[in-house]
């Protein structure tokens, strides 16, 4: 019932970020790699980052910028500070946009994978936001980049078992674990380094809205697949030096498999005769993990040019901000479906698809269905999920 997103101030243009990655880690030196770093940027697609940790701290920091020394304890400190403090922003907005007050919030979910403390990030989210002390909190650590869709499938649960329940899902990345310097032997990380953005996304959930709430995606159902024998592909281990990163090339491969899986029994349970055109029928908010995933998924399931164009926007503008990413796509294809002023949210269908993926290698999904004004009035009457 509404949704909100924030970014960290420091911006850094994709076309550069060679240059200034090598020079703040001192690795001038690596010619190669540095090349090779290169080319790897131009082909993300990506435009600009946002960055939580500015080039004062990362001066300040050399263990911080080495590839593997003992740094932990700094960076957790950094996100100790910045993943509540991004969440924030971006809950303020999704409650503004919800049009209710931050004291009307029963649950709290949190997720992030750049942290690991107790009391937590949702703890101080709480504070920094003013909720309830009888909020009651659900703090998702290390979930991944499908973390948001983790978020989402608990906020449906909680917002359909417990009547009047209004869940606030906050989903808060910076890169303070996980930015490094390069090794010429972990170029899976490497790809990481020029991917990965921070950003925070939050949405406010709960079933049968009031008249004074306007719903616009409902959690239809949701699903979640581990794909055998792919433990060892994408891989993210927290040790003394940090999250390290593996990410082997057939990653985009397997993705697109499951995706296709998922999406069929999904979409089994629209009682559409024949089965609805996956491009013109159906909207899609997939996480933009990489070019070459969007690429490979497209393709797989053969959409037409275009379809995942929110996706790509999100990617272009912040690249992967891990869990809160498919958040920042929802609110990207509702601002232009509303600027084109179409029927939805869901630029403009009935039925949508929601898809995350990360270590496991694990895929999620989620059967959305963006509502109109009058089918978000019918559904005052009956039980659903709603974001709000
Ligand atoms: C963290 C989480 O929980 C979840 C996540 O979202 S994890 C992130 C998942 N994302 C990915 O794994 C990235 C997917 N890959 C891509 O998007 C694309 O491969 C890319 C944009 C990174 C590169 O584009 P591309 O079309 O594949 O470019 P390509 O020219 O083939 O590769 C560029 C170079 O990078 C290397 N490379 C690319 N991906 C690599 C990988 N995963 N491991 C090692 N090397 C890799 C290639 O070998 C190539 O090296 P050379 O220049 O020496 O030939």
Request: net charge negative.
């Amino acid at each position: 019932m509404g949704i909100g997103k924030a970014v960290p101030p420091h911006e850094f243009q994709q076309k550069s970020f060679s240059d200034y990655y090598f020079e703040i880690t001192n690795s001038n030196h690596m010619v190669d790699l540095k090349a090779k770093f290169a080319n790897i940027c131009e082909k993300t697609m990506i435009e600009k980052r946002h960055l939580y940790m500015s080039s004062e701290i990362l001066r300040a920091n050399p263990s911080i910028m080495a590839y593997n020394s003992p740094s932990l304890t700094r960076r957790q400190e950094l996100a100790d500070v910045g993943v509540p403090e991004l969440g924030a922003e971006a809950a303020r907005k999704a409650i503004s946009d919800w049009g209710k007050q931050a004291s009307d919030i029963t649950h709290l979910v949190a997720s992030t994978s750049s942290s690991g403390c107790m009391p937590g990030a949702d703890c101080e989210l709480a504070r920094l936001l003013g909720l309830k002390p009888s909020t009651k909190r659900f703090m998702l650590y290390q979930t991944g980049c499908h973390g948001g869709c983790t978020a989402l499938s608990l906020s449906k649960d909680l917002a359909e078992n417990n009547p009047g329940a209004r869940v606030l899902v906050v989903c808060s990345e910076v890169c303070t674990l996980s930015l490094r310097g390069p090794s010429e032997s972990n170029i899976g990380d490497l790809v990481g380094q020029a991917i990965l953005g921070d950003a925070a996304g939050a949405v406010v959930v709960g079933s049968n809205p009031t008249v004074d709430e306007h719903a616009m995606f409902e959690l239809v159902l949701t699903c979640q697949e581990t794909i055998p024998g792919t433990e060892d592909a994408l891989v993210s281990k927290l040790r003394e030096g940090g999250i390290l990163y593996t990410l082997h090339r057939d990653i985009p491969l397997h993705v697109s498999n499951s995706v296709e899986r998922l999406v069929k029994l999904l979409l089994q349970e629209i009682t559409m005769a024949p089965e609805p055109d996956l491009s013109e029928e159906v909207f899609w908010v997939v996480h933009p993990g990489g070019r070459g995933i969007l690429d490979r998924i497209e393709s797989k399931l053969e959409l037409r040019d275009g379809k995942l164009a929110a996706s790509r926007a999100v990617m272009r503008q912040y690249g992967n901000t891990r869990c809160s990413s498919v958040i920042l796509v929802m609110e990207e294809m509702r601002r232009r479906s509303e600027k084109h002023g179409l029927r939805t949210a869901g630029e403009g269908l009935d039925w949508g698809v929601l898809v995350g993926y990360g270590p496991g290698i694990t895929v999620e999904a989620i059967l959305l269905r963006a509502l109109s004004d009058k089918t978000a009035t019918k559904l005052n009457t009956q039980v659903g999920t709603l974001v709000t």
